[in-house]
């Protein structure tokens, strides 16, 4: 038996980044455990996805102190359940993965990079951002980039040599549930409670949007070409589907705007349990980010039937066939909103982007595609 050790720094992202992987892996003979910060969900989740764990606080905030502690603690996890293969998710656990899996000597360790923080900042904080990749790619025996695009933008800025770092399949880090992520699979009486819930009418044109609602996922400008639309079109709606965080923090006035506006539902925290939910109320889906590492949320959308507009970035590009599951749209007020306004004059574009969405998520995205190739990553001997 192979003994399994996963670093992550929120319970919130454990259904995303692993969820039912750790089944099948805990039926191939895999023991898995999960270091993670402190969360009233982690007992619920590990009940859920037959894991053991340790509450370690794994700060977002790079401090000193903290993460030495959580150095040590990781350390002596290690000890005791006697780790054979350590991952590492985002760049903090990912850094605190490697540095504790490096000075237990575990044999594998696995840095998951999620996507290059750096890319929007600038100055002292983007070297320091740059340091930390750098650092945990070093320690790790093999890096996953979880798209093409971090895949070479990461040998363009010499994180680690070509030779130490994969590229599962076409990129995720844990593929998509095809059967749950369906239209066939949702309960209509279930949705239509939701949609009561939510006040939205009928023959509403649902904008649809999953995840945090922040500067450098393009907020700013999608609510800014919502307001031209607004102006236009009496039935389109806003969902926002997420939660306002305090690190790179809405402007006050879009904040506003967002409570203030009829036409804009913002639902606040929704459990991983029931998103595919939110999905189904939505007529189309947007992604104005300014970075990703693979965007789940658009695979979700389009496994969904959904048609798609996201942006020419890092991780974006990977996860729309352009023209064929939806289209890029500059970061830009007025350009955004002409792409939403194309889709909703036209219904059989929409169609074709939805039907082609799903067929491109099944054919390279299911999720036993990717655990097939983590897998051999864990069977591998080291470098």
């Known amino acids: 038996m192979n003994n399994l050790l996963h670093v992550v720094n929120i319970s919130f992202v454990i259904p995303y980044f692993l969820g039912k992987q750790l089944i099948y892996f805990a039926e191939k003979g895999y023991k898995e455990y999960i270091v993670c910060s402190p969360s009233e969900e982690l007992d619920d989740l590990a009940l859920k996805y037959n894991f053991e764990y340790k509450a370690v606080v794994v700060s977002r905030k790079i401090s000193i102190g903290k993460d030495l502690m959580a150095v040590k603690s990781t350390m002596e996890y290690i000890k005791e359940k006697q780790i054979d293969i350590i991952t590492g998710h985002t760049p903090k656990g990912g850094l605190i993965a490697m540095l504790a899996g490096y000075f237990a000597r575990v044999p594998k360790r696995i840095y998951f990079r999620h996507g290059l923080v750096y890319e929007t900042s600038r100055g002292l904080k983007r070297k320091l951002l740059v340091t930390i990749d750098k650092l945990a790619a070093r320690l790790a025996t093999k890096v996953v980039c979880v798209s093409p695009s971090v895949y070479y933008k990461s040998l363009e800025d010499g994180l680690n040599p070509v030779t130490k770092q994969v590229l599962l399949s076409k990129g995720t880090c844990n593929g998509i549930d095809i059967h749950r992520f369906c239209r066939k699979s949702i309960d209509e009486d279930f949705l239509g409670d939701l949609r009561a819930q939510l006040h939205l009418f009928d023959d509403a044109f649902v904008i649809g949007f999953t995840g945090r609602l922040v500067r450098d996922k393009g907020i700013v400008e999608l609510i800014r070409a919502f307001h031209l639309l607004q102006e236009?079109?009496?039935?389109?709606?806003?969902?926002?589907?997420?939660?306002?965080?305090?690190?790179?923090?809405?402007?006050?006035?879009?904040?506003?705007?967002?409570?203030?506006?009829?036409?804009?539902?913002?639902?606040?925290?929704?459990?991983?349990?029931?998103?595919?939910?939110?999905?189904?109320?939505?007529?189309?889906?947007?992604?104005?980010?300014?970075?990703?590492?693979?965007?789940?949320?658009?695979?979700?959308?389009?496994?969904?039937?959904l048609p798609v507009i996201t942006t020419k970035v890092t991780g974006c590009i990977d996860s729309i066939v352009v023209g064929e599951t939806g289209v890029y749209a500059e970061l830009d007020v007025e350009k955004l909103a002409e792409s939403i306004e194309m889709l909703y004059r036209n219904d059989v574009l929409c169609h074709k982007y939805g039907q082609n969405g799903r067929k491109f998520v099944v054919d390279n995205f299911e999720q036993r595609i990717i655990w097939r190739e983590i897998e051999k990553l864990y069977l591998k001997s080291t470098d």
């Open 232 to 305: 236009k079109y009496s039935n389109m709606i806003l969902l926002l589907v997420g939660m306002l965080e305090e690190r790179d923090a809405l402007p006050q006035d879009v904040v506003e705007v967002i409570k203030s506006n009829r036409k804009i539902i913002n639902t606040g925290y929704v459990s991983n349990a029931t998103i595919e939910y939110y999905y189904a109320l939505m007529n189309c889906f947007i992604l104005p980010s300014y970075r990703e590492g693979f965007p789940t949320s658009v695979l979700e959308a389009s496994a969904m039937e």
